[in-house]
Every structure is written in C-alpha cells, then in structure tokens.
C-alpha cells in the first residue's frame, strides 16, 4: 500500500556528513509520522530519529542528537536526515518507517511497532 525508498547511503570518514531522503509513495503522505530506525551488524533495529505529520515536533535518541536532523516537505512525500560528525558507531543499515495512523499518534514513537511500512534500507559506513 505505501511505499518507501531510502538514498543517500555510501562511505564516509569520521566527521563527514551524509543527508539520506526517504520518498514515500500515496496521496496521504502529510498525514503520516515518519522515522528513521539503524541497524548495525549483530544488533538489534534501534530508533534513530522521528518527526510528527505536521512536522512540528522531532525527536532523537541521544547518540545523534545536534548531529542528525530530521525534516520533511509534504508537498514532495519525501523526509530527510542529515547526518553531520558521523562516527564509527553510526555505521548501520538506514530504514526509513511510517506511521500511516501518525495524526493518532501521541508525540514520537520510538517503537518499530508503532510503524507500518519500512523501506529497504540503505547502507551508511563511517570508516577512515
């Protein structure tokens, strides 16, 4: 039903930035929350960022926070991240979710249960 495709991955040394783009399919993209959630090799999926349907709140796990910045154009059906002072420890598989019930939802969720549809992923290595 929804559809989303992750960009921007690639290699990056330490401190360098990356800014990923999620587009999401369906004519009611502005009503969805949206999230980013990482996955490292031999971990578990883990919440990263979150930003509300409006756009009028986001929230950070504290790892990223002013380094990551989650934004979103409703008119375009497409969030972003940018990842500014990337470290080691942010290399992971990037999914981007949504919360198509986002206008319901009470602020960020950091649950992955919480969202409905993810993209495939795309690959962000921090290496030197």
């Known amino acids: 039903q929804v559809q989303l495709v992750e960009s921007g991955g690639g290699l990056v040394q330490p401190g360098g930035s990356l800014r990923l783009s999620c587009a999401a399919s369906g004519r009611t993209f502005s009503r969805y929350g949206m999230g980013w959630f990482r996955q490292a090799s031999g971990k578990e999926r883990e919440f990263v960022s979150g930003i509300r349907w409006s756009g009028d709140s986001s929230y950070y796990t504290d790892s990223v926070k002013g380094r990551f910045t989650i934004s979103r154009d409703n008119a375009k059906n497409t969030v972003w991240m940018q990842m500014n002072s990337l470290k080691p420890e942010d290399t992971a598989v990037y999914y981007c979710?949504?919360?198509?019930?986002?206008?319901?939802?009470?602020?960020?969720?950091?649950?992955?249960?919480?969202?409905?549809?993810w993209g495939q992923g795309t690959q962000v290595t921090v290496s030197s």
């Open positions: 979710a949504a919360d198509v019930q986002g206008r319901r939802t009470v602020g960020v969720p950091t649950s992955p249960k919480v969202y409905d549809y």
